[in-house]
């Protein structure tokens, strides 16, 4: 069964809150046994998973069905009427050619009411990622995934981070952040610079790298970051004076890349994964990741720089028992347009839909205090 994955971001605070964890017409529906062979659920969650499966978050959850995706970025403008636009960014993966591995966005005056799907660009726009058999021509696989951002800058116009791969086969091929930009952000328009250059592109040349994506940020100095997973630690960053520059990671006393967290109980099969950082304020960052695969909780992460980060409170703060044990995916998180709130969305999988449907919930925009 194909699963068609997207991505989008939504900012999220404190706040215990003890009324049901999960929507009504969910509550008497566990999941089926092909369910739990596809995703397997732990008997034991490190940390302190809360009692009812979730907390800081308002409960219950909102579904968005038919919202199918998991890699998503919401963006908020003003429309060209002055009327306020909800977009919700992500990536497909529907088919087994380039051209259905495509980057698209929905549009509408709220998340819960947004048009039909635009097609950005497709993964022919992609130039440098070989066939796994044929390194001399293109992958006829190849595609974009893990959308990571979508922000406007004054110099590039839009700007889009994500990831792209030869095929979808981790261990045998690279997955890999790569940038686009267009002056409009209309589709048809953005040029793909490339899987970003640097550092990160050394390391992958000698091991294959499967990075799933982050978050990217112009910083007040005028320089790029761009935070990462998948090159030995859990969250990590790279910064560049520009996006097609070379980007150099950010190392520690030692030399050694820097770990920016430090207290989540990780293995070597509990690495964290799908990493989104949201920058709410100057000094109010937040950061959502996933334990593992196949994913068991969510994880929340606190920082008043973007470089030291400590645990929201207690986590994780979302385990898969506050959806009766079906599968969870990630969680990305936006501001509210009055920025009081962060809005969540949470990947929840729903066979009968066939794949990933996205849940909302908010929480305040502040620090756990």
């Known amino acids: 069964m194909k699963v068609i994955c997207s991505f989008a971001v939504v900012l999220v605070l404190s706040m215990q809150f003890t009324s049901p964890a999960i929507a009504a017409d969910w509550k008497d529906i566990p999941p089926e046994k092909g369910e739990l062979e596809q995703f397997p659920l732990d008997k034991d969650t490190p940390g302190v998973p809360p009692e009812s499966g979730v907390r800081y978050w308002k409960t219950p959850f909102k579904e ?3 919202l199918n995706a998991c890699y998503n970025i919401v963006r908020i403008v003003n429309g060209s009427d002055g009327k306020t636009v909800y977009e919700l960014w992500h990536n497909t993966w529907e088919g087994e050619d380039a051209r259905s591995h495509r980057i698209v966005v929905n549009r509408g005056p709220s998340i819960d009411k947004l048009g039909p799907t635009e097609t950005i660009c497709d993964g022919t726009l992609i130039t ?10 293109p992958s006829p696989k190849r595609g974009f995934t893990r959308f990571s951002s979508i922000l406007k800058d004054k110099e590039y116009g839009h700007v889009i981070m994500c990831c792209v791969c030869a095929d979808y086969l981790p261990g045998s091929t690279s997955l890999f952040p790569a940038i ?14 490339g899987r970003i250059k640097g550092e990160p592109a050394q ?13 990217l940020i112009r910083m007040e100095n005028g320089k790029w970051r761009m935070y990462l997973n998948g090159f030995g630690t859990i969250l990590t960053a790279i910064e560049s004076d520009s996006l097609e520059g070379n980007w150099k990671f950010l190392r520690n006393d030692k030399g050694e890349i820097r770990e920016l967290v430090t207290d989540f109980p990780g293995t070597n099969v509990r690495g964290g994964c799908f990493q989104q950082v949201l920058k709410v304020a100057d000094g109010n960052w937040h950061m959502w990741m996933t334990d593992k695969w196949p994913p068991q909780s969510i994880w929340h ?7 030291s980060w400590k645990m929201y409170g207690q986590q994780p703060e979302i385990t898969r028992k506050a959806f009766n044990d079906h599968g969870i995916k990630c969680m990305r998180a936006y501001v509210s347009p009055d920025g009081k709130e962060i809005i969540g969305l949470l990947s929840v999988f729903k066979e009968s839909a066939g794949g990933w449907i996205l849940f909302q919930s908010s929480m305040p925009a502040g620090p756990n205090k």
């Open 64 to 66: 968005l069905e038919p």
């Open 128 to 137: 440098d990622t070989p066939d796994i058999k044929n390194p001399a021509e």
């Open 180 to 193: 686009l930009v267009s002056k409009t952000g209309e589709p048809g328009t953005f040029r793909y610079l």
């Open 203 to 215: 390391i992958d040349a000698v091991k294959k790298v499967w990075c799933d994506g982050g978050s």
């Open 301 to 307: 992460f606190w920082s008043e720089d973007g470089l």
